[in-house]
């Protein structure tokens, strides 16, 4: 099992930036990748962007190319999602997600990952 807990959402205005973190515990030996995916309200969940757990490949979805930027620390067991340029179309609950096997090109579905944390709100306000 392995155990994800997310922090750092809130409310930020339009341009602004916030950081994201999602701390593993448990069988995180086990991880092969992790990712973040967002859910609006009313719309279904989607992938926001991913990376491989021992060799740092990153992966992200148009949407947020070139503002968001996810990096993993493998020492403390945390990924991290550091989001810029804000707007309010990136409003919704942000989850991490832990892969324990090579997912390929299934990287970017939510079905690829085995575990998932709480959620952590992230508003923008315009």
């Known amino acids: 099992q392995v155990q994800l807990v997310e922090s750092g959402g809130g409310l930020v205005q339009a341009g602004g930036s916030l950081r994201l973190s999602c701390a593993a515990s448990g069988r995180t030996f086990s991880i092969y990748s992790m990712g973040w995916f967002r859910q609006a309200s009313g719309k279904e969940r989607e992938f926001v962007a991913a990376i491989t757990w021992r060799g740092g490949i990153e992966y992200y979805a148009d949407s947020v190319r070139g503002r968001f930027t996810i990096s993993r620390d493998t020492t403390k067991n945390t990924e991290y999602l550091q989001m810029n340029s804000l707007n309010a179309e990136d409003t919704a609950v942000y989850h991490c997600?832990?892969?324990?096997?090579?997912?390929?090109?299934?990287?970017?579905?939510?079905?690829?990952?085995?575990?998932w944390g709480q959620g952590t709100q992230v508003t923008v306000s315009s």
């Open positions: 997600a832990a892969d324990t096997g090579p997912a390929g090109d299934r990287i970017f579905r939510a079905s690829a990952y085995d575990y």
